[in-house]
């Protein structure tokens, strides 16, 4: 009828795990990278806190699951290849192998059990490689010196630069493309003249990295698919 109020499928519910916290001071939810999604409430708050936490989170809950199928579906289509600095490599599987090796543009791996960390000691090995002639060729296009480098496997950093110019940097940068890795040596070797993100910082990255903005993008898109399976 005219003037009534258009009848409305209600929405599907979210499902949700709720874990309860004594260090929480408020209600949180976080979204995993296999779509799960959790509450964390503080002891002493009811259960209907965080059914209305999931109410009012839902559109960013529900475009964090985008994301997440986004990302899944990007790892399945892989289909026996891994990337590297973009570009593909194809996966060999050979019994009795335990060292990962390359031959052109394919990667010789183990067959079965210890294949993914048979890759990952090989991608540290490559991002040492990888990372340092870059680091030398952009510290003495500077005339600045480190003092250190270290390959890590950290989640939430892609690299970093101490006060003492001790560099550490995340072998999966090597599954992104090679001017991702490009800008993230640049970004650290500028923080060896400027530590904070002042625009001093910037402008310096800037003169160096033309476009870097295009690889912070690209970072923060693509970030989450930077991983073996």
């Not at 699951?65 to 570009?87: D, F, K, M, N, W």
């Amino acid at each position: 009828m005219r003037g009534d109020s258009p009848l409305r499928a209600p929405e599907p519910r979210l499902s949700y795990q709720i874990r309860r916290s004594a260090r929480a001071r408020r209600v949180r939810v976080s979204v995993d990278a296999t779509g799960g999604v959790e509450v964390v409430l503080p002891r002493g708050a009811p259960q209907r806190s965080a059914d209305a936490a999931v109410h009012e989170l839902r559109p960013w809950i529900e475009r964090r699951l985008r994301e997440v199928a986004r990302t899944q579906a990007t790892i399945a289509a892989r289909s026996g290849t891994v990337p590297y600095l973009g570009r593909d490599l194809t996966l060999v599987a050979q019994a009795g192998r335990a060292r990962v090796h390359r031959r052109g543009d394919q990667l010789l791996v183990p067959d079965g059990a210890g294949r993914l960390e048979a890759l990952e000691r090989w991608y540290r090995r490559a991002a040492r490689e990888e990372v340092t002639w870059r680091l030398d060729d952009a510290c003495a296009a500077v005339g600045l010196r480190y003092s250190a480098l270290t390959i890590r496997g950290q989640r939430t950093r892609w690299a970093s630069c101490s006060r003492a110019g001790a560099m550490s940097f995340n072998w999966r940068l090597l599954l992104a493309p090679a001017a991702v890795l490009d800008y993230v040596v640049w970004h650290e070797v500028c923080h060896l003249k400027v530590m904070d993100h002042s625009p001093r910082f910037w402008a310096m990255v800037a003169a160096h990295c033309p476009g870097y903005r295009e690889q912070v993008r690209w970072l923060r898109r693509h970030g989450p698919t930077l991983v073996l399976a």
